[in-house]
């Protein structure tokens, strides 16, 4: 974990596929087509990120590939549909004028079938190429997940750990600041615990964050020498407790999450560019529900783009299934006479939000407490000796009177502080402090 004065503890990001955001041809992509230089759009949104009141951007893959980017086909290239290493450079330079941190999406459990070491080790197994993969006797490879275009590196090989040092080094030495290791969790723990302390031994800055479906969480961090992985019980038990209308989940979450801040910060998030959008996941007015408790529990907050639109869109398990939630955005941030009412209010309420999370740094690391819980109505209170920040949610029709756990003043939100209670309209809510 890394320790009290390292720059993540304070880092909130903006998550962008950039292929989709950028309007990249994903399925009929030509890999002799001439470089098209599209990143520079991501960087017209950069000021619209410190606006936003967050001070990272994690990019989706920006490594040559064959569609999506997580089939790699060169990892020392970027990917020509987005540009070149100038075009990177100024990114990162851009995004650093402006205090901005670049996390890097790093695909190493697998590579695409296109990639010319894969083709070199089915032409020669004896050839260097081929200690990266495992190779059956018929030339049979494992894959990611029964995806044919994704063949599995092998974990075990010193080739693999060589390569992959080399990547994370390389783009770490040109100015990023961190990785997301992607399918973290289908690589051997101890893989990572060979490479992250020799890439930590080069650059050691670097922030590590695992993307983690399931499992122990802690023990993945501490074999593997992570420094983070992605929160997904706690994605899964705000979007479903809401939709549901069960806060009995939401608790059953928090207490899962506060269990983990003694080993590690978890990445926590509303979207991401694998799962349905949030608007759509709860509705657009829950949004502000879900948004209350992204910005008062632990962790480090992300935002995916287009949420902050209150942008919708559903995941499906198709070709062409991600479509939805990985848009192309507008060249540049449209202004406030471009957006609908409902755009404009979800903007202003990200802003309004993020700001209060900010003014509470503490908030990273500290524990939160389940006041009162019933289905449709919960109070938390996340708080250090010193601080309380107090979250109030109804998802009823009915307005209701909740404890106010000590709260004196309300920070946003549409209820209000009557005899030392919390009283909140129908699918009211509160963020108040002490």
Not at 6 to 15: N, V
Request: proline fraction near 5%; hydrophobic fraction near 45%.
């Amino acid at each position: 974990m890394p320790d009290l004065e390292h720059w993540s503890l304070s880092a909130m990001w903006w998550h962008v596929y950039p292929l989709g955001a950028t309007g990249a041809p994903i399925r009929d992509a030509d890999a002799s087509a001439p470089v098209v230089h599209r990143l520079p759009r991501l960087e017209a949104w950069l000021d619209h990120v410190v606006e936003l009141g967050l001070n990272g951007i994690a990019l989706g893959p920006v490594f040559a590939s064959s569609t999506h980017g997580y089939d790699t086909t060169d990892h020392f290239r970027i990917d020509p549909r987005l540009g070149d290493d100038d075009d990177f450079d100024r990114l990162v330079a851009a995004a650093h004028e402006r205090g901005i941190r670049v996390l890097l999406d790093g695909v190493f459990n697998h590579v695409g079938r296109e990639h010319p070491a894969f083709q070199a080790a089915l032409a020669d197994r004896d050839s260097h190429e081929a200690a990266l993969f495992a190779l059956g006797d018929d030339g049979d490879v494992e894959v990611f997940e029964g995806h044919d275009a994704l063949v599995a590196l092998d974990h075990g090989s010193d080739a693999t750990v060589e390569l992959v040092t080399r990547v994370m080094t390389h783009w770490l030495d040109r100015g990023a600041d961190g990785w997301r290791l992607d399918a973290a969790y289908s690589v051997p723990a101890a893989f990572w615990a060979r490479v992250l302390p020799a890439v930590r031994e080069r650059r050691p800055d670097a922030w590590i964050l695992g993307e983690v479906i399931h499992g122990e969480y802690a023990e993945l961090v501490e074999a593997s020498t992570m420094d983070a992985v992605t929160q997904y019980e706690l994605w899964q038990g705000i979007w479903h407790s809401i939709a549901e209308g069960n806060l009995f989940e939401l608790q059953h979450a928090i207490g899962r999450h506060n269990a983990l801040l003694a080993a590690f910060t978890p990445y926590t998030f509303l979207g991401n560019h694998d799962v349905t959008r949030i608007a759509t996941a709860v509705g657009s007015g829950f949004v502000p529900h879900a948004l209350a408790l992204l910005c008062t529990v632990a962790g480090t907050p992300a935002i995916y783009a287009g949420d902050e639109y209150g942008a919708e869109g559903v995941k499906e398990e198709r070709v062409g299934g991600d479509d939805a939630i990985r848009p192309e955005l507008p060249e540049t941030p449209p202004s406030r006479d471009e957006l609908s009412h409902a755009a404009r209010a979800t903007l202003d309420l990200h802003r309004e939000l993020l700001a209060i999370r900010r003014r509470n740094a503490w908030l990273t690391r500290a524990q939160t407490d389940v006041v009162d819980v019933e289905n449709g109505t919960i109070v938390l209170r996340t708080a250090t000796a010193d601080a309380s920040i107090v979250t109030a949610l109804n998802l009823t029709d009915d307005a209701v009177r909740l404890p106010a756990a000590d709260a004196t003043t309300v920070l946003a939100g549409d209820g209000g502080l009557e005899s030392g209670e919390i009283a909140l309209p129908a699918r009211g809510w509160a963020i108040l402090s002490r």
